[in-house]
Nanobody, 124 residues
């Protein structure tokens, strides 16, 4: 069974870059047929899909975040990473990495695999 674990700082200052890493076990980001995604949920709001990559290394971004988002992978470590630059307090959210069958994730599908999530707060 695929397992995902997010890691990164829980507090980021405004205007800085938020960087999170997702470590995958029980599966391979280069061979498994999933989209490896980043999703976030701001307090009191719904899920927001941020972007994803697939086993071939193709990458997709949410149009609303594309200008500030970068997703990459380290195949030697079976990890993929999110960078979100120029953060503001509105980027405060729980951030999740997900292995999904569909490209864009807007709900929790039982066929998908989710990390436990990491709270990131943007504050000076």
């Amino acid at each position: 069974q695929v397992q995902l674990q997010e890691s990164g700082p829980g507090l980021v200052k405004p205007s800085q870059t938020l960087s999170l890493t997702c470590t995958v076990s029980g599966g391979s980001i280069t061979t498994d047929i999933y989209y490896w995604s980043w999703i976030r949920q701001p307090p009191g709001k719904g899920l927001e899909w941020m972007g994803a990559l697939n086993s071939g290394g193709s990458i997709w971004y949410s149009p609303s975040l594309k200008s500030r988002t970068s997703i990459s992978r380290d195949t030697s470590k079976n990890q993929f990473t999110l960078h979100l630059n120029s953060v503001t307090p509105e980027d405060t959210a729980v951030y999740y990495c997900v292995a999904s069958e569909g490209l864009e994730v807007h709900t929790r599908d039982p066929n998908d695999y989710w990390g436990q999530g990491v709270q990131v707060t943007v504050s000076s």
